[in-house]
Nanobody, 121 residues
Framework: QVQLVESGGGLMQAGGSLRLSCAAS????????MGWFRQAPGKERIFVAA????????YYADSVKGRFTISRENDKNTIYLQMKSLRPEDTAVYYC??????????????WGQGTQVTVSS
């Protein structure tokens, strides 16, 4: 079992930066690949980024490639999403998830509660 808690969301102007964190509990954290997803109001939850259990490989949605960076510190049971050059269309609730590295939500059995990111124009 893995419990996940996101933090770091907030209100930011377009062009700004935010760093989201996801703290995990459970001794098996380092065995899981991790992902970030987001869900805007009235829309489906979509893939943002993923990282393998070792941190050696990362994957990004085209919409965030070059602006967002996913990373992890297994000794701290934490993953991060560094977001730069934020756009109003990045506004969403951001969720971290643990499971198999993939761009589909169904591959992740464990989810956090989400953190709101709002980008104003």
């Amino acid at each position: 079992q893995v419990q996940l808690v996101e933090s770091g969301g907030g209100l930011m102007q377009a062009g700004g930066s935010l760093r989201l964190s996801c703290a995990a509990s459970g001794r098996t954290f380092s065995r899981y690949s991790m992902g970030w997803f987001r869900q805007a109001p009235g829309k489906e939850r979509i893939f943002v980024a993923a990282i393998t259990w070792s941190g050696s490989s990362t994957y990004y949605a085209d919409s965030v490639k070059g602006r967002f960076t996913i990373s992890r510190e297994n000794d701290k049971n934490t993953i991060y999403l560094q977001m730069k050059s934020l756009r109003p269309e990045d506004t969403a609730v951001y969720y971290c998830a643990a499971g198999n590295v993939a761009a589909v939500a169904s591959e992740y059995p464990y989810w956090g509660q989400g953190t709101q990111v709002t980008v104003s124009s």
